[in-house]
């Protein structure tokens, strides 16, 4: 008989049923939602003429009160059920100039480090290249050295030139104290130190001894939008509070000194940066906050064997550590994307691009194998897309895929051209861009879809209750945002 672990990493089997049973939830989720449409319009239709007849025909006031009752329940609850969560303000590191790396400089470091062969110094001058980064990205100071300095302590100082200064920053935007803070959650995929990040954060501000503190490591460049999660379960439980959430990634832990080329992509588009976001349940906090929080949504394909192992940290054949990206990783995200789509457009994009998509899939699933799936217009119902700036093709081909033109797709690229790929925090870039170029209007609907390793897809989407006033002289776009956008970078494919 085979071993336990054997059968149970069986990759075949595994890939065949699993696969397959998520692609029939997702098409249950979606006939569900689309059939649960229909019979809500068909009862307040119902109920409609209903009321219509008795008006016209004199009946009874009790009857009218019972429909009125009725509609209430079943049409308006669940749009009134949800307790409201609040986006108060963010903030976004402008690292400081003595970290710009241009690409002569990051070339003849890597030159002189004496640990590439010619054939990756070469590799990564192609890379930065083609990958839509610009002059004037940031690495921190410990990989500016030769050779770069990955140890323990350098991590730790890295810590606090990327954290202190956006949180410092967002308490003094929103007048708060770090004692008002009652939940802490720091996102940080690849160093887990011991104390824990959030443990740094609450000895460096003195905050209070019963705040309720997580650090999530590991979920890569999703990572932001997974502590946004976190944070709205637990302001469903714990009310009149104020959450705050950290994403940031700590490069110096990352660097990889080997010659592996899947290995090498990480050293040439990662780059400095971070966020800090403050949440809050808190009524009152609803005049002063620039958005509520109206879906979420987070899927995965870790079940899968090719898409668990299509971005993966691992040692090469040397015994050195880097991060691999596969060539199966497109594919992955590409499905994991389609998911997200597909369960997201079932919950707020109206009935007739909801109709037309899940028609479609029916007809791929049972009539026409080869049939093209639909992608709903999103545009109908959301304004301004955040995008992931894993590069600019992957910019690009999401963009397509969504039907998005050259202006929805402006935030990323020029987040990636000015800042890098500064993995979970890259998200909050881009909406300070967005605001500082006076795009987002009071109503107006936001997008923030983030992929990470996994692979994972999470999704969250904001509703602008404010008018966005002066943001264009703050945060890290306030020194050259009348410079953007570059038009090579737009007319580059």
């Not at 050779?147 to 003094?172: A, G, R, W, Y």
């Not at 905050?207 to 590991?218: A, H, Q, T, Y």
């Not at 597909?342 to 049939?371: C, D, N, Q």
Request: hydrophobic letters at 40%; aromatic letters at 10%.
């Amino acid at each position: 008989m085979e071993p336990l672990s054997k059968l149970s990493h069986d990759p075949l089997p595994k890939a065949i049923t699993t696969t397959t049973t998520y692609h029939s939830g997702l098409f249950s989720k979606l006939l569900h939602s689309t059939l649960w449409e229909l019979v809500r319009f068909s009862v307040l239709l119902l109920v409609t003429s209903i009321q219509v007849l008795s008006l016209l025909h004199g009946w009874n006031p009790i009857f009218h009160l019972s429909l009125t009752c009725f509609f209430l329940v079943f049409i308006l609850k669940p749009l009134l059920s949800k307790p409201h969560v609040y986006l108060v303000d963010f903030s976004c590191l402008k690292p400081p100039n003595f970290c710009r790396v241009p690409f002569s400089s990051f070339l003849e470091h890597t030159s002189m480090i004496g640990s590439f062969d010619r054939e990756s110094i070469d590799f990564m001058a192609k890379i930065l290249a083609s990958s839509g980064l610009g002059e004037q990205t940031y690495l921190p100071p410990a990989l500016q050295y030769i050779p770069p300095m990955t140890d323990l302590q350098e991590s730790i100082k890295e810590v606090h030139m990327v954290l202190f200064p956006v949180m410092e920053d967002l308490l003094s935007k929103t007048r708060l104290s770090p004692r008002d803070i009652d939940i802490l959650i720091i996102n940080c995929s690849g160093f887990c130190p011991s104390p824990s990040l959030s443990s740094i954060i609450i000895n460096k501000y003195s905050m209070r001894d019963d705040i309720k503190s997580f650090n999530l490591s590991g979920m890569g460049c999703s990572a932001g939008i997974l502590g946004v999660h976190l944070a709205q379960n637990l302001l469903k439980v714990h009310k009149n509070t104020y959450a705050v959430v950290l994403s940031t990634e700590i490069l110096s832990t990352g660097w990889y000194p080997g010659n592996e080329r899947p290995k090498l992509l990480l050293n040439c588009v990662f780059r400095m940066g971070s966020a800090a976001i403050l949440l809050t349940n808190k009524e009152e906090a609803k005049k002063t906050s620039k958005y509520r929080l109206l879906h979420k949504l987070r899927i995965q394909r870790a079940f899968d064997d090719k898409a668990y192992r299509s971005a993966i940290r691992e040692e090469d054949s040397n015994g050195i550590t880097g991060f691999t990206l596969s060539r199966d990783i497109l594919q992955a995200a590409g499905e994991t994307l389609r998911s997200n789509i597909t369960i997201l457009g079932s919950s707020m994009l109206p009935f007739l691009e909801k109709f037309r998509h899940g028609v479609s899939i029916f007809r791929k699933r049972f009539i026409h194998k080869s049939a093209e799936v639909y992608v709903p217009e999103f545009k109908t119902v959301i304004q301004h897309f955040v995008l992931p700036t894993s590069g600019r093709s992957v910019i690009r081909e999401i963009g397509k895929g969504l039907k998005l033109g050259e202006g929805e797709m402006e935030a990323a690229l020029m987040t990636l051209q000015r800042f890098g790929n500064q993995s979970s925090s890259s998200l909050w870039y881009e909406l300070a861009y967005m605001e500082a170029k006076e795009r987002v209007k009071k109503g107006d609907k936001v997008w923030q879809l983030g992929m990470g390793s996994g692979p994972k897809c999470g999704t969250v989407v904001w509703e602008c209750i404010r008018p966005m006033v002066g943001e264009s002289t703050k945060g890290p776009w306030a020194d050259c945002i009348d410079k953007y956008p570059i038009l090579a970078v737009h007319q580059d494919n």
